[in-house]
């Protein structure tokens, strides 16, 4: 459905600097068709469990690398009974181009025997790109899911995956470095399983040096992004609480030693060296930044994260997306925030500490829930939207 041709002057003060103007959806999981549009404002939808709200934020975080909020499967998001694959196409008002939309589309297109390809197309401005990573140059995508609320309480990997989307915001070739890493460290254990003690030396040595350049690069870019979290997040903690944020791993801890990167590289390189027995026994690598931790505590009480109430994790995340964003807006490219069903853990004062933030970031924040009233306090500071069964459509602010 079309935006509203004239702003009133509180919306217009409230369009954000990066924002979604316009959104296409084609058989994405329960859409066959959708167009969205959208006057610059932050976005609320509203509607029962299971109409389909989540599934537009998860099209919307598409338009990053990766695969998407839910870390599907790129074929499971295709419609049911949809007779090709899935695209979502946005333009997008970027600050290095203001006023001109940048035209961003991706998706799954089907092959000349029908199959589906299992790596998704980009295009910006029509023209295709050779992989995902020119999306991370141009638009930041921060989010929060229910999902995510036991990051604290579960294994290494989310809370990595969630430290490596907030580096991707300042360093689009972070995600390359980490997949370059992996891709080293998995033909290592490949190697090691398939030869054992019989395996090239050389071989094991060159795979091992790029495990080491590139696993060192990521382990500082970590360093760098906890760094800057700690800076920012000691400005704000009025509302939200101040989490303490470390990593738990070899190569942080040297680099937190103040040692040269080569000199770690080196230490690495030596380190994998002296423990290829072992890893071949293991069949894994158990030293690296693969095993990397990012442990939190909260501030005022000093306690870990993992033992905090639900409601003190919630907002510790909160303060984290919400220090991230400020940071990204200070570098210029304030992020499209994707918050599903957040405000439902917050009581009346957070949920309007956090509406004022979102405005002062100068970003859009799309926010998913159930219950109208909890978002009134937005106002028409964001344009509401009421799902059902598929079908979008605008109404007006409480």
Known sequence: MAANAILSQSAVAARASVYVRELSLTDFRSYHRLRL??????VVLTG???VGKTNLLEAISFLAPGQGLRRARLGAVTRIDADAGWAVAAAVDLPQSPGVATR????LVAAEDGSLSDRRIVRIDG??????GRLAELLSVSWLTPEMDRLFLEGASGRRRFLDRLVLGFDAGHGRRVNAYEKAMRDRSRLLRDRGRSADPGWLDALEAAMAEHGVAVAAARCEMLSRLAAILEQRGDVFPVPLLALEG????WLADQRPAVEVEDAFCALLAASR???MEAGRALAGPHRTDMLAWHKPTGMPAADCSTGQQKAMLISIVLANARLLRTAGTPP???LDEVVAHLDAVRRAALFDEIEALGAQAWLTGTDRQLFAGLGCRAQHFEVADGIISEVAAL
Not at 37 to 42: C, E, I, N, Q, Y
Not at 127 to 132: D, H, L, N, V
Not at 250 to 253: C, F
């Open 277 to 279: 027995q072992r890893d």
């Open 48 to 50: 029962d469990n299971g």
């Open 250 to 253: 070899e190569l942080e801890q």
């Open 336 to 338: 499209l925030l994707l």
């Open 104 to 107: 961003l589309g991706t998706g």
């Open 37 to 42: 549009a959208l006057d610059g404002r932050s």
């Open 127 to 132: 023209q295709q790109q050779t992989g995902t």
